[in-house]
């Protein structure tokens, strides 16, 4: 089946520091990806739609210029959490939607903590 | 705007039980239906997915059905074990590419 790689797993890095975030569909190509942010016990919020070769969709009241998402090619998208803050810690997923049949298939996520 | 509820928000079962995971939604317009396993900090797993046009789709020992017209799903698991222990997501469709999720069913399955 279709699989995404997400990386990297989990990260710590410094409050204003910037931290890179990368989603790759391995075996199919995927023009339109998705990253959502999941905190404790909760489901998952969905925060940009990542579409290759355009500007990302970004859901209400998630800030385009600190969640910066690439989408370059076809099997890549990644999200930059810049200057970032505690209150940025949260787990990161991203997901991609197959050509066929239409299902999503998601990374194992990134759990990132600002110090 | 497609609201997806899931009942129980949590169960814990002993192991051997057969058990029923509900979700609802209100916009009957799906375009699929999807069943995903997530484990503590882990992203999650594709279980089932029903077309639109489907009533049930079947792995293993889980089942989910699809009842469209009364915004209704359920996952069946049978002869539960622990290794089902995890959280159950049911996410939905519209035509277009957003999921929508339901809040989740955390299963616990004793020994």
């Known amino acids: 089946g279709a699989v995404v790689s997400q990386h990297p797993s989990w990260v710590i890095c410094k409050s204003g520091t910037s931290v890179k975030i990368e989603c790759r569909s391995l075996d199919f190509q995927a023009t339109t990806m998705f990253w959502y942010r999941q905190f404790p016990k909760q489901s998952l919020m969905l925060m940009a739609t990542?579409?290759?070769?355009?500007?990302?969709?970004?859901e209400q009241g998630v800030e385009k210029d600190k969640f910066l998402i690439n989408h370059a090619s076809l099997t890549l998208s990644t999200l930059t959490v810049t200057s970032a803050h505690p209150e940025d810690s949260s787990f990161y997923i991203c997901s991609a939607r197959e050509q066929s049949p239409y299902g999503y298939t998601f990374g194992s996520g990134t759990r990132l903590t600002v110090v | 705007k497609q609201e997806v509820t899931q009942i129980p928000a949590a169960l814990s079962v002993p192991e051997g039980e057969n058990l029923v995971l509900n979700c609802s939604f209100t916009d009957s317009a799906i375009y699929n239906l999807q069943w995903f396993r997530q484990d503590p900090g882990k992203g999650l797993t594709s279980l089932l997915l029903i077309q639109s046009s489907q009533r049930e789709q079947t792995s293993g020992r889980l089942n989910a059905s699809l009842d469209k017209s009364s915004g209704r799903s359920t996952l069946y698991i049978a002869a539960s074990q622990p290794g089902d222990s995890a959280t159950y997501l049911c996410?939905?469709?519209?035509?277009?590419?957003?999921?929508?999720f339901g809040g989740g069913t955390r299963l616990m399955v004793k020994p």
């Open positions: 996410a939905v469709n519209n035509a277009g590419n957003m999921l929508t």
């Open positions: 990542s579409n290759e070769g355009s500007k990302a969709t970004y």
